[in-house]
Nanobody, 121 residues
Framework: VQLQASGGGLVQAGGSLRLSCAASGDTLTSYTTAWFRQPPGKEREFVAYSRWTGTTTLYADSVKGRFTIARDDVKIVTYLHMRSLKYEDTAVYYC???????????????WGQGTLVTVSS
């Protein structure tokens, strides 16, 4: 399975951005997709996940109410809609795919290459 993340860029504080993560390779069912991020000089942290069919989602407290994870299970694409962006949202964002509902990076088997989001204050 390969994951390709895209959509990062430079945005002003208060603005919006949409990240995409396209999966290809093996036939996938009953999987969980997630977004993590790694701010400059910090550890990778959980952002959000969406379980198969999107009926179960979880968000980090820091993004709750501002970010929305959505998935298209026909196209096998996961999105992260980000609004009201803050300077502290600046990070490299990674998409991941696994087979458990988990906010832990170690529970995800496949990872995208990362896309940089820079929020200017």
């Amino acid at each position: 399975v390969q994951l390709q993340a895209s959509g990062g860029g430079l945005v002003q504080a208060g603005g919006s951005l949409r990240l995409s993560c396209a999966a290809s390779g093996d036939t996938l069912t009953s999987y969980t997709t997630a977004w993590f991020r790694q701010p400059p000089g910090k550890e990778r942290e959980f952002v959000a996940y969406s379980r198969w069919t999107g009926t179960t989602t979880l968000y980090a407290d820091s993004v709750k109410g501002r970010f929305t994870i959505a998935r298209d299970d026909v196209k096998i694409v996961t999105y992260l809609h980000m609004r009201s962006l803050k300077y502290e949202d600046t990070a490299v964002y990674y998409c991941a795919l696994g087979f458990r509902e988990s906010p832990l990076a170690g529970d995800y088997t496949y990872w995208g290459q990362g896309t940089l989001v820079t929020v200017s204050s």
